[in-house]
């Protein structure tokens, strides 16, 4: 049976489009360029869509339009972009480059609850694309304008629905996308990784970085072993513990999955604790050993001060489920008692009000400080003070780790009958039946929330770019979705695949230290490249070569090998990637990058010798220093830096590269970075 592809012009729901602004503005690029442009605001009537349309000046408008999908939508989504900066700001990407931009909230009415139908993200994306070429058209006198469609993680799900269903596109760029059986398996494994491996990351880490011993295990003990091959094997990069190794323990968007687990699957979370196979029925196993289970009583309460501001970019890829959630703005409760221990494992601690006005409320633990509950960032509500005011003194409480910690394990017990998914192999017998007790339905095909399921059925040309150092979405899933085009459509002409090294799950600037870079510049080529594929039949770079090992993407070193277009980088202290000096003496760095042939030069080598693995990064000032570009013959670039560390110890320095499709070292949006790193060892 041949699939149904929607057509949006042909739906009687969105054929009464309204326009309730229009009026000229400007914004300022990050060059300072000051861009003017016309702005619209309109809906649909008899609907819930609203959307912002971003027009260029006639004279510069080149016949195309980018139209984001968030993670995930709110009422007001369709102007989340209009607020954005710098090297976020998306519009004046777009305006710079003669292309309109389009954003909608895809029909979403309330910042919680689901649709009855999914197929509205979709549907009505189609439809506000359509609504912008006929107003262009209108407005212009143009002919039919190109469109691409593009967004990441929970937005890659709804590109990736919106190539494969509508007729809407001419390409589609999705992004550090997931596979239909990532969510909430990814989010829950990476926060098991944070409770069973607590103790031992900066050693993992130590043994990956430069100069490391390439071990991650040694030093381990068994539990803490099995649990790292376990989540390597799932597909979690293991440098990505670099973040927890430096106490910046992040769960993601688990607060915002575990009730709709919960919900659908009530019976897990007692099973979990009670019937052999699962983790928190051993008595002896880590699961168990982190429980917390204890009842007190309130002595008093402290009211939440002013919300923290909203971060500039709430509608990110790592940032945009965040508005789900109520600050505790420094609210807490005392208690009469608190529970006692060195290693209190206090993540996901349900705080849940057992008696007086405010019985059966529900809160959520930051910490404990002396004997005072500090209330963390809670879903669902938008009045912690309201509950706060209903408690009194000598109310019983309890708190509760329970359903975060079984929650952790559910990807166990998640085996996919579809054997593609091979990072599950770990928990399969050799006839592919699972090892451990599964659940009765397999969760995450129901949280895309797009109402379909990728098919690869592709109906334009899509570029995927992926992270390898992803926290968030394991790297082989766009090796999965290059499968399924592949099986869709016979070949893999209309696609490419580019795995960007260095790079986290994050879609924004802030996303960038010593450590890890951001792949916003790869991100902003991809989308002209698309442009170019599509409007002139320009082929893009050929796609990155890699091999899937063991749950892993692993890339070549050589740049000639690895193709794609992200340079490669090497950093050299005193020629070697580790040195030894002695206090005071100066380092000699050098660095050597080339990007892959035919996708431009590289503009920039930027160093820095403090380590800061901190997210947010300081920008620039991580890498203070710029220094001269210098071209061999080879096709490569060099750069040399040197340094003195005064104190013994162990440094890492860094090296940020840069290249450009046309070797523009000025170009705000399209600079392309790599990362390299060097130990020095002062004695």
Not at 100 to 121: K, L, Y
Not at 257 to 265: C, E, I, M, N, T
Not at 674 to 683: C, D, G, L, S
Request: charged fraction near 20%.
């Amino acid at each position: 049976m041949d699939k149904v592809i929607y057509h949006a012009k042909l739906d009687p729901t969105y054929q009464s489009p309204f326009v309730d602004v229009d009026e000229r503005r400007t914004r300022t690029a990050p060059n300072g360029e000051v861009l003017p442009y016309r702005y619209i605001h309109g809906g649909f009537e008899g609907t819930n869509v609203k959307f912002s349309f971003c027009f260029p000046e006639k004279a510069s408008f080149r016949g195309r339009f980018f139209q984001y999908l968030s993670p995930f939508p709110g009422p007001d989504e369709e102007t989340a972009s209009l607020e954005k900066t710098g090297e976020n700001d998306i519009v004046s990407f777009c305006l710079l480059h003669g292309a309109g931009f389009v954003e909608s909230n895809m029909g979403s009415a309330a910042m919680f609850g689901g649709r009855e139908d999914s197929t509205i993200v979709y549907k009505s994306s189609a439809a506000v694309a359509e609504f912008f070429r006929t107003k262009v058209m209108e407005l212009y006198g143009c002919p039919r304008p190109y469109g691409y469609v593009f967004g990441g993680s929970g937005g890659g799900y709804k590109t990736m629905a919106c190539i494969e269903n509508t007729d809407a596109w001419d390409g589609a760029a999705p992004y550090v996308i997931g596979s239909p059986v990532s969510l909430p398996n990814t989010i829950t494994m990476h926060a098991q990784g944070q409770r069973t491996l607590r103790r031992v990351f900066g050693q993992i880490v130590d043994a990956l970085d430069a100069g490391g011993s390439g071990d991650p295990y040694a030093g381990l003990n068994a539990d803490e072993t099995a649990m790292l091959r376990e989540l390597t094997a799932m597909g979690i990069p293991p440098l990505i513990w670099f973040l927890e190794a430096g106490g910046q323990i992040n769960d993601g968007s688990l607060p915002v999955l575990l009730p709709g687990v919960k919900a659908s699957d009530p019976s897990y979370f007692e099973d979990f604790w009670n019937k052999p196979g699962y983790l928190g029925a051993d008595p002896d196993s880590s699961a168990s050993k982190d429980r917390l289970q204890f009842t007190g009583v309130v002595k008093s309460t402290h009211a939440p001060g002013a919300a923290k501001k909203r971060h500039e970019n709430r509608n990110g890829v790592d940032t945009a489920w965040k508005k789900m959630l109520a600050d505790g703005a420094g609210a807490w409760i005392e208690l009469e008692d608190v529970p006692q221990g060195d290693d209190l494992y206090l993540k996901g601690v349900n705080i849940t009000v057992l008696s007086g006005k405010a019985a059966g409320k529900r809160l959520l633990l930051e910490d404990i400080v002396g004997n005072c509950l500090t209330i963390g960032q809670c879903y669902g509500m938008d009045d912690v003070a309201g509950v706060l005011s209903d408690i009194e003194s000598g109310d019983t409480v309890s708190l509760d780790n329970s359903d975060y910690i079984a929650a952790q394990s559910y990807y166990r017990h998640q085996v996919p009958s579809d054997l593609s998914f091979r990072a599950w192999d770990q928990f399969r017998e050799k006839n592919g039946q699972p090892t451990l007790p599964q659940r009765q339905q397999m969760m995450g095909y129901h949280f895309t929330g797009t109402g379909t399921v990728q098919d690869g059925c592709i109906q334009g040309k899509v570029i995927v770019i992926q992270a390898l150092t992803d926290e968030s979405t394991c790297p082989w899933c766009g090796d999965w979705y290059r499968s399924k085009v592949i099986e869709a459509k016979g070949n893999e002409d209309d696609f490419r695949l580019y795995y960007m090294d260095r790079c986290m799950h994050g879609d924004e600037h802030g996303c960038e230290n010593n450590m890890v870079t951001n792949y916003l510049g790869a991100l902003r080529q991809a989308l002209l490249d698309l442009s170019d594929w599509v409007e002139r039949g320009i082929q893009p770079p050929p796609p990155t070569a890699y091999v899937y090992r063991d749950g892993q993407i692993r890339v070549p070193a050589d740049t000639k090998d690895r193709r794609g277009f992200q340079p490669t980088v090497e950093l050299l202290a005193n020629g070697g990637i580790c040195a030894r000096i002695g206090a005071g003496e100066t380092v000699q760095f050098t660095a050597v990058a080339q990007a892959p042939a035919g996708t431009g030069e590289i503009t920039a080598f930027d160093f820095g010798f403090a380590d800061n693995r901190a997210l947010p990064g300081r920008s620039d000032g991580d890498f203070p220093v710029h220094s001269v570009v210098e071209y061999g013959d080879d096709g490569t670039a060099r750069a040399a830096a040197e340094f003195a560390y005064p104190s013994p110890g162990v440094y890492f320095a860094a090296v940020r590269v840069k290249s450009q499709r046309n070797g523009d070292g000025t170009d705000p949006f399209t600079q392309v970075k790599n990362i390299a790193r060097a130990r020095i060892i002062v004695e």
